[in-house]
Nanobody, 118 residues
């Protein structure tokens, strides 16, 4: 059974960089055909896909967030990370990591609330 767990600070100040880690267990992030995503949900709003890192390390980002987003990985720890720069209160959301296999998000973390506030 694959398990994903988000971790990171729950409070970030405006203009700073939000950094989250997704730790994966029960499967390797380098296994062929799996894609590892970051998705967020602001309070009272729908899910927003932020970006993805593939099993081979390639990345792709939402056009609306591309200038502020970076996704990387540490294969030795089986983790992938999200960095979102220059945050504002509008970046307050529950942040999820999720695995995509054959265009289906089949495993999700429980999510972590990040609040942007001074």
């Amino acid at each position: 059974q694959v398990h994903l767990q988000e971790s990171g600070p729950g409070l970030v100040k405006p203009s700073q960089t939000l950094s989250l880690i997704c730790t994966v267990s029960g499967g390797s992030i380098t296994t062929n055909s799996y894609y590892w995503n970051w998705i967020r949900q602001p309070p009272g709003k729908g899910l927003e896909w932020m970006g993805v890192i593939s099993y081979s390390g390639g990345t792709s980002y939402s056009p609306s967030l591309k200038s502020r987003t970076s996704i990387s990985r540490d294969t030795s720890k089986n983790q992938f990370t999200l960095q979102l720069s220059s945050v504002t209160p509008e970046d307050t959301a529950v942040y999820y990591c999720a695995r995509d296999h054959a265009h289906t998000m089949d495993y999700w973390g429980k999510g972590t609330l990040v609040t942007v506030s001074s």
